[in-house]
């Protein structure tokens, strides 16, 4: 039974805090960490059972490294933002601590979404005996073991992977992002980005856009192309894909005030003069925008994320399409959070699990398609994410 410190009292924080606290056989002891210890107290009231709260800043690595040394937690999980990584990384290295996050690491000053600066841990983790889970989100995370689990039962060969993820929840309000605006904005404003034949393709930002009917009474719903962290490693793992694409759907509301909002300069990252003071436009619009933790009570609606495969099992050609839906409200009934937190803190509370009871622990850097999938396929049947599987007639062009 372990010792485990959450870091991040946001949407995600809630949801890891709710899950492991459900989880008493493995988390037996719980601490929540963040910039702003009152939010990790109200978290805490609304739990089954007591947890200890902490405030740190996580970019101040003396100061984290006090923190774990007074907690003595077996492992961290990162649930902060994704500037905050390495700090967090660090900072395991320094006191022998594991480690796990759901987003890869950004530098603030540019919206970059690479893995070479967590890979580039790789052996130190490995020299320290120490593991790093990277990307145990939804997307990435679920999608990068639902890729896994495709090759491992599915196909001899995977030819293309498209990842769909579509929130069909509405939450009635003009304009809101679903998880932090500033991380949500810089990723869909970057431009598009997919892999094909060996190199990557870059396309204006929202320029390729599909219609697709997806399950469970949501039905079709506009997609758009964008660049995700997974395609990264998924490319690197599994080298035999000739395309790797991930789309998201966004309304026309949405879509039409994110244009005035980046051409008024308002989703812009480098600071601006106003008034004697230095404001960075997206973090000034943060501010202004509502809180994703309070969009729970109000979104109603389903989500479906999945993977549409399309590779040879056998000399025979097979699409395979894995995918979950999610219910906002069952998910609010549950942890009072909407289903966008949910389907994140739900896979890092299982990747913790499989690290702890010893399924997937070995030193290094690891992203999750490099693990055996079946143990964390099963737990997301368990713990709240339900998968379903169909094969497809027609490819996803
Ligand atoms: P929120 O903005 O709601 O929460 C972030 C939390 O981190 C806040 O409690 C914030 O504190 C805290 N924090 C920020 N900076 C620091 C710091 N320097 N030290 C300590 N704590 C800090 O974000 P979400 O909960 O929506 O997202 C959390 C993470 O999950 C992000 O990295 C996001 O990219 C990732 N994510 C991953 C997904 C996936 O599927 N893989 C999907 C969605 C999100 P304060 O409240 O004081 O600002």
Redesign the pocket.
């Known amino acids: 039974m372990a010792n485990i410190l959450i ?8 949801v890891v805090a709710h899950k492991c606290a459900q989880v008493a056989e493995v988390f037996e002891h719980i601490t929540l ?4 210890r009152s ?1 990790c107290d109200k978290i805490a009231a609304m739990l089954p059972r007591k947890i200890d709260t902490a405030e ?5 690595v003396p100061e984290l490294v006090k923190l774990i040394e007074s907690v003595q937690p077996d492992m961290i999980i990162n ?6 990584d390495l700090h967090i990384m660090d900072a395991c290295l320094e006191t022998g601590v594991h480690y796990l ?3 890869n690491y950004e530098p603030p000053e540019e919206a970059k979404f690479e893995y070479k600066w967590q890979w580039a841990y790789q052996d130190r983790f490995e020299k320290a005996g120490l593991m790093a889970l990277l ?8 999608t990068s073991v639902f890729t896994a689990y495709a090759k491992k039962h599915h196909f001899d060969r995977i030819h293309t992977l498209d990842i769909l993820d579509c929130n069909a929840g509405d939450h009635g309000l003009p304009f809101a992002t679903n ?2 605006p500033e ?1 949500n904005i810089r990723e869909i404003t970057a431009n598009g980005r997919y892999w094909e034949n060996s190199q990557w393709v870059t396309t204006e930002p929202m320029a390729e856009k599909r219609v697709f009917h997806f399950p469970e009474g949501i039905g079709d719903k506009d997609i758009y192309l964008l660049y995700h962290e997974e395609l990264e490693s998924l490319c690197k793992h599994f080298p035999e894909i000739e395309r790797a694409r991930f789309w998201m759907t966004f309304g026309e509301s949405y879509l039409k005030h994110l244009e005035v909002l980046q051409n008024v300069g308002m989703t812009g990252i480098e600071p601006v003069e106003f008034q004697g003071h230095s404001i960075v436009p997206i973090q000034f619009l943060k501010a202004m925008l509502p ?3 309070s969009l729970g009570p109000l979104t109603k609606g389903k989500t479906c994320i999945g993977n549409i495969i399309r590779g040879t099992k056998d000399g025979e050609e097979k699409i395979y399409y894995l995918y979950n839906t999610c219910d906002h409200q069952d998910c609010y009934k549950e942890v009072q959070s909407q289903a ?2 949910y ?2 803190g739900v ?1 890092a509370m299982i990747g913790a699990k499989m690290m702890l009871e010893g399924k997937w622990m070995k030193p290094g850097v690891w992203n999750l398609e490099q693990l055996d999938p079946d143990p964390f396929m099963h737990d997301l049947n368990k713990y709240g994410l339900p998968w379903q599987e169909t094969w497809l007639d027609r490819p996803f062009q």
Request: proline share 9%.
């Open positions: 870091i991040g009292a946001g949407g995600v924080g809630q960490a963040s910039r702003t939010k740190v800043d996580a970019d101040n649930v902060a933002l994704p500037y905050q996050d759901t987003a990307g145990s989100g939804f997307d990435p995370g679920v998880f932090n991380i809180d994703p933790a966008i937190s389907t994140t896979p």
